[in-house]
Nanobody, 122 residues
Framework: VQLQASGGGLVQAGGSLRLSCKAS????????LAWFRQAPGKEREFVAG???????YYLDSVKGRFTCSRSNSKNTVYLEMDSLKPEDTAVYYC?????????????????WGQGTQVTVSS
């Protein structure tokens, strides 16, 4: 499985961005999919995830602002980010794992996208 993320950019605080991550060379319809982010000098952290049955899970600080969804027909996972804050600035990575009961820790994810930069100005 190859993952290709897109949609990052520069936005003012309070603005919105939509990230997309398309899978190729395999189907992800039964995979757990997730978004992680890494800010300079910080460890990679989980942001949002969606299971094969569309159940979702979020980092507390993004609940109510971010929405993670998937389209199995398009082999794509999305992250809709609203009310963005400067502290959301990071490189965002999509990831996929065939594990059903993932704990959303990075080492459980086998496949990773290349990362897309999100910068939120104050």
């Amino acid at each position: 499985v190859q993952l290709q993320a897109s949609g990052g950019g520069l936005v003012q605080a309070g603005g919105s961005l939509r990230l997309s991550c398309k899978a190729s060379e395999g189907t992800i319809s039964r995979y757990t999919l997730a978004w992680f982010r890494q800010a300079p000098g910080k460890e990679r952290e989980f942001v949002a995830g969606v299971r094969w049955d569309t159940g979702t899970y979020y980092l507390d600080s993004v609940k109510g602002r971010f929405t993670c969804s998937r389209s199995n027909s398009k082999n794509t996972v999305y992250l809709e980010m609203d009310s963005l804050k400067p502290e959301d600035t990071a490189v965002y990575y999509c990831a996929a794992t065939p594990r059903i009961g993932s704990s959303y820790v990075p080492n459980e994810f086998y496949y990773w996208g290349q990362g897309t930069q999100v910068t939120v100005s104050s």
